[in-house]
């Protein structure tokens, strides 16, 4: 299976920048599109960011777009999500996966998922 384990969360300041980490591993992990959701209490998994295998095409939620950067370096088995000019509505746990597809990111088509980071962003 493939296993993934974020890092990089905490408590930060609005207007404020942190950069997620998602250490990859197990069988042909590199090949795998791999992206971001975020999660708020009783709510669905949302999808952040996407990266297809080689890093040359990449996806982003409007909420998201400008602020945020998707990026991986497989030689490293490691996707990164840079988090520029956080805002308070950015607040939740942060999830890796890895999918099948890069064209389906909903999240019931994600096979593998991280534990999650937590990100808070205060006023």
């Known amino acids: 299976q493939v296993q993934l384990v974020e890092s990089g969360g905490g408590l930060v300041q609005a207007g404020d920048s942190l950069r997620l980490s998602c250490a990859a591993s197990?069988?042909?992990?590199?090949?795998?599109?791999m992206g971001w959701f975020r999660q708020t209490p009783g709510e669905e998994r949302k999808f952040v960011a996407a990266i297809n295998w080689i890093g040359s095409a990449t996806d982003y939620a409007d909420s998201v777009k400008g602020r945020f950067t998707i990026s991986r370096d497989n030689a490293k088995n490691t996707v990164y999500l840079q988090m520029n000019s956080l805002k308070l509505e950015d607040t939740a746990v942060y999830y890796c996966a890895a999918s099948k597809m890069y064209s389906d990111w909903t999240p019931d088509a994600i096979p593998y998922w991280g534990k999650g980071t937590l990100v808070t962003v205060s006023s």
């Open positions: 197990g069988r042909t992990v590199s090949s795998y599109p």
